[in-house]
């Protein structure tokens, strides 16, 4: 097997473990579960929690104390396992304690993979920007498939979405031994300050402005994304409260319908080089900001027949440009304007920033939010409101990081990445 074929299906397997449950997970929440809906932003909040300490943590081992690789098999493994044990749960805080430690045991993995690809296409003499978003692209399919087989097999609602993610991340774990070795870069000299020897000196990145400000906006749209990982399966299936929907196929297939977000990711992971080289990293992650406000005012509107299906579809559609343009562009920034020493671990920030405090952020306040202001007696969400309301919070993100972050576009720095 060829290293770019190794990679592309380290790529598939690892966002099937994710797409298998995340988002029909809301589904198998309030309406087979019954459970609430606060109750449920904590247990989304698990994602940004573990994101807080885990990657940053796995950056730093993998910087300096084990081969990435074995990390990462490691941690699947684990992870899996894990998994294992959710259908069983009974009681929402039961249920938010084994969340919290599959999460703290695979969101670390989402930036060991991109260390691992990086690492393994610069040593073999790729060009990273022409390699790997192709290569990433099956991450999405790998997801796609997870959420059409839950879908299809009739587990949108059940438990067992998270067996068919625990059997796959398992076949990962033991599928990682066997990738190229990837050793630690940042070994470390006798007179190494304290911090040095820790693997902190990678959070001395805060110290620089434009970095300490890309952290911080990378906090904000990590909040964004949460908000329809949370609760796009639920909006679409809450249609069939209305009689003239109940047996429509917005509703039946609601989990189809919201694949159409990944469908779109596959085509903008594709487009990133463009975009990157003829227009620059900045500008490519304005585009993002502002397709999340699209995406969230589509929503809004959205219905499931005529001009309201479209928008919804529409609404999909935009969401591979609000994913990609920043997650990946961001990454790629990550990677070209850090030491190498330290990569591993400053993708591991970027992941803490992203999945962690803005996790957190997006998942408890909207939760509260929601809960507090756009639900109805009889329970009941308002989902127009709500979706207006997040369309609003994403065009103010949009202005101000137009405003504030400064980069001058370099084609050649991102030539040569």
Not at 21 to 48: C, D, M, P, S
Not at 130 to 148: H, L, S, Y
Not at 199 to 219: H, V
Request: glycine share 8%; aromatic share 18%.
């Amino acid at each position: 097997m060829n290293l770019k074929l190794k990679l592309t299906v380290l790529s598939f397997l690892q966002f099937f473990v994710w797409g298998a449950w995340l988002i029909t997970i809301g589904v198998y929440w309030f309406g087979t579960k019954h459970w609430g809906g606060q109750e449920f932003g904590k247990v989304f909040a698990t994602l940004g929690i573990a994101s807080l300490i885990m990657p940053a943590l796995a950056g730093i081992i993998a910087d300096r104390w084990m081969n990435a690789e074995k990390l990462f098999g490691i941690l699947h493994i684990l992870y899996g396992i894990t998994l294992l044990f959710l259908p069983s749960i009974s009681t929402p805080e039961n249920f938010f304690w084994i969340m919290l430690l599959a999460m703290m045991f695979y969101m670390p993995t989402i930036s060991l993979s991109n260390s691992i690809a990086y690492y393994i296409l610069k040593n073999n003499n790729y060009d990273v920007v022409k390699v790997f978003p192709p290569i990433r692209v099956w991450g999405t399919v790998g997801f796609i498939v997870a959420m059409w087989i839950t879908n299809l097999s009739g587990n949108k609602d059940s438990g067992v979405q998270f067996y068919i993610a625990a059997v796959v991340a398992l076949v990962l774990g033991v599928y990682a031994f066997f990738l190229p070795k990837c050793p630690p870069q940042n070994l470390i000299p006798a007179n190494a300050s304290l911090s040095e020897k820790l693997g902190l000196n990678a959070f001395s990145l805060f110290k620089d402005y434009k970095m300490a400000l890309f952290f911080l906006f990378s906090m904000f749209l990590g909040a964004a994304l949460q908000l329809t990982n949370m609760y796009g399966d639920t909006y679409l299936s809450d249609f069939g409260k209305i009689p003239e929907y109940a047996e429509s196929f917005v509703v039946k297939r609601s989990t189809l319908i919201m694949s159409i977000s990944q469908i779109s990711e596959t085509l903008f992971i594709l487009a990133i080089p463009f975009f990157l080289k003829k227009y620059g990293i900045k500008n490519v992650m304005l585009l993002s900001m502002f397709a999340w406000v699209l995406r969230f005012g589509f929503f809004a509107y959205g219905g499931p027949q005529g001009i309201g299906l479209g928008l919804i579809i529409l609404s999909c559609v935009v969401y591979g440009m609000a994913f990609d343009f920043f997650n990946i562009s961001g990454s790629l920034f990550v990677e070209t304007t850090t030491d190498y020493k330290i990569r591993s671990s400053a993708q591991g920030l970027f992941m803490m920033m992203t999945n962690g405090f803005g996790a957190i952020g997006g998942s408890l306040l909207s939760g509260w939010l929601i809960q507090t202001y756009f639900t109805l007696e009889n329970g009941d969400k308002m989902w127009q409101e709500i979706w207006l309301v997040f369309a609003a919070y994403a065009l103010v993100i949009t202005i101000l990081f137009a405003f504030m972050f400064k980069h001058k576009h370099d084609p050649e720095v991102v030539a040569v990445l």
